[in-house]
């Protein structure tokens, strides 16, 4: 069990917005700076977010983020069709000494 | 281009031995933190382990603590993962990362560790 949670599942129609949320606690995300990662099954994961809501270059600004508490949330506007996969959030635990992931959330695009 | 490239995976029987390396290329290799990321067949993200720039701060999950071990060799632009007393939960793709600021920026395509008799 992570200590981050995270919905198994979302999904959403084209153009639509939807929004991942990432739970934890004091230790990790109330303290430190939460990441985002995309998976295309059978690929590596790609880097979506950093320090809760910077894009890295080339990451379209259709991907957002936002932090409050214990909780962080992925925002994904304008939804497309290739933005289906799975998400993951990350994050550094001061209790654990160690990096969490949270169990990631498979978005379908219908 | 930055380059992650993983490879020592394979098939290896309950309690026995593997050494997974990380050629890096197209960056400075020796000025970043790196770790380890593995994920079992149809799981999640799992992180591994992780070892600073000159190998001095080394970290570990508490599910691999003494029985896995990180390096590096700067000189080789390589990281390295020696994984002993492999239990079949060990059975995971692993892949290597680059730290910037704290997130995984760049990461190897991964290699397979089968833990199976």
């Known amino acids: 069990q992570s200590a981050l949670t995270q919905p198994p599942s979302a999904s959403g129609t084209p153009g639509q917005r939807v929004t991942i949320s990432c739970s934890g606690s004091?230790?990790?995300?109330?303290?430190?700076?939460a990441y985002w990662y995309q998976q295309v099954p059978g690929t590596a994961p790609k880097l979506l977010l950093y320090w809760n809501d910077q894009r890295p270059s080339g990451v379209p600004d259709r991907f957002s983020g936002s932090k409050s508490g214990t909780s962080t949330s992925l925002a994904i506007s304008g939804l497309r069709s290739e933005d289906e996969a799975d998400y993951y959030c990350?994050?550094?635990?001061?209790?654990?000494?160690?990096?969490?992931f949270g169990g990631g959330t498979k978005l379908t695009v219908l | 281009e930055v380059q992650l490239l993983e490879s020592g995976g394979g098939l290896v029987q309950p309690g026995g031995s593997l050494r997974l390396s990380c050629a890096a290329s197209g960056f400075t290799f020796s000025t970043y933190w790196m770790h380890w990321v593995r994920q079992a067949p149809g799981k999640g993200l799992v992180w591994v382990s992780r070892?600073?720039?000159?190998?001095?701060?080394?970290t570990y999950a508490d599910s691999v603590k003494g029985r896995f071990t990180i390096s590096r060799d700067n000189a080789k632009s390589t990281l390295y993962l020696q994984m002993n007393s492999l239990r079949a939960e060990d059975t995971a793709v692993y892949y290597c990362?680059?730290?910037?600021?704290?997130?995984?920026?760049?990461w190897g395509q991964g290699t397979l560790v089968t833990v199976s008799s």
């Open positions: 990362a680059r730290d910037v600021g704290g997130g995984h920026d760049q």
């Open positions: 004091s230790s990790n995300i109330g303290s430190n700076s």
């Open positions: 990350a994050v550094w635990d001061d209790s654990l000494s160690g990096v969490v």
């Open positions: 070892i600073n720039p000159d190998g001095s701060v080394i």
